[in-house]
């Protein structure tokens, strides 16, 4: 092409036209330029395809991609102070609660298919630990029993009402009313807890402690129980991703102060057996 350019260069030059000596010049840019082309090579396929760099992609065949601004987070809840002691309280107790529970000196007391019950003293009081195996996944199980506990009444027939205020992510007060015990000798009890519910890798827990608070005064109607820090885990079992490990412990007052100890301890045998029952009913629901 540049050849055929060369006697219209020529008449330009000797008119001496400067606008015209700029357009030749332009013109010499352009033939001497990559991009220039004959007609001849709209016939090349190949050629031509080069000459149209694709969509999406720069003059030297770059990819373009759109510069998205990243993802906005959701903006966090700005904690009050009393919601920052509550958090710091349901800390300690997920910390204590994980010390008992991690304790080398428990007794065992009673076992069923394998599952037990231990015993051991601290502060002047008896502390229980059991555990079982249920055959159920552990991320199905542990949303039913630890993440959904509103819904625990309907498997833990020893649960009448759960409520929950929610303070932050994984913190909340947690009441809870039982029915009557030991076939209507101890009456009613409410607990109103601070609790910690999270993961530590595989291991699903609910972590709590009793605390006083504005959201759920104390009342005539119920005695108000304690309980002291207190976990509750599920975690696979190492040979069975199908079947998962239930661990965690009693540790309570239920201010029944004329009734004798063994009666409670008796309690205890009874009440471990029920729960390990409700959580062996409430996988098989939650397997269907």
């Known amino acids: 092409m540049a050849g055929g350019l060369m006697p219209v260069v020529s008449r330009l030059l000797a008119a001496g036209c400067p606008s015209a000596i700029k357009t030749v010049r332009a013109g010499l840019m ?24 694709r969509p999406g992609a720069d003059s030297f065949g770059q990819s373009l991609s759109p510069q998205l601004p990243p993802a906005a987070k959701p903006a966090q809840k ?11 309280q349901a800390e300690a107790a997920l910390e204590q609660a994980f010390s008992i529970l991690q304790a080398d000196d428990w007794r065992r007391v009673d076992t069923q298919d394998g599952d037990e019950l231990c015993v051991r003293t601290a502060g002047g009081r008896n502390v229980w630990k059991y555990k079982t195996v249920v055959s159920c996944s552990p991320e199905k199980f542990a949303q039913e029993v630890i993440h959904n506990c509103t819904n625990c009444p309907s498997w833990n027939k020893t649960i009448k009402k ?7 992510d994984g913190v ?15 009456s009613q009890r409410e607990f109103v807890n601070v609790r910690r519910r999270g993961r530590r890798g595989q291991m699903h827990y609910s972590a709590m402690a009793s ?13 108000r129980a304690q309980l002291f820090p207190t976990v509750f885990t599920v975690r696979p079992c190492a040979d069975s991703p199908d079947r998962c490990i239930v661990e965690g412990t009693f540790n309570y007052d239920l201010k029944l102060r004329l009734v004798p100890l063994r009666v409670i301890e008796g309690a205890t045998f009874s009440a471990w057996r029920q729960l390990r029952t409700q959580l062996l009913r409430c996988a098989e629901h939650v397997r269907a």
């Open 162 to 168: 759960c409520q929950i205020h929610e303070v932050s």
């Open 78 to 88: 700005r904690l009050t102070k009393e919601e920052l002691a509550l958090q710091a």
């Open 211 to 223: 605390i006083d608070h504005s959201a759920f005064p104390e009342s005539d109607r119920y005695v």
């Open 172 to 186: 909340e007060i947690l009441r809870q009313e039982t029915k009557e015990l030991l076939g209507g000798l101890v």
């Open 30 to 53: 352009v033939a001497n330029s990559p991009y220039c082309t004959t007609l001849t090579d709209f016939a090349d396929p190949s050629k031509l395809k080069s000459l149209f760099p």
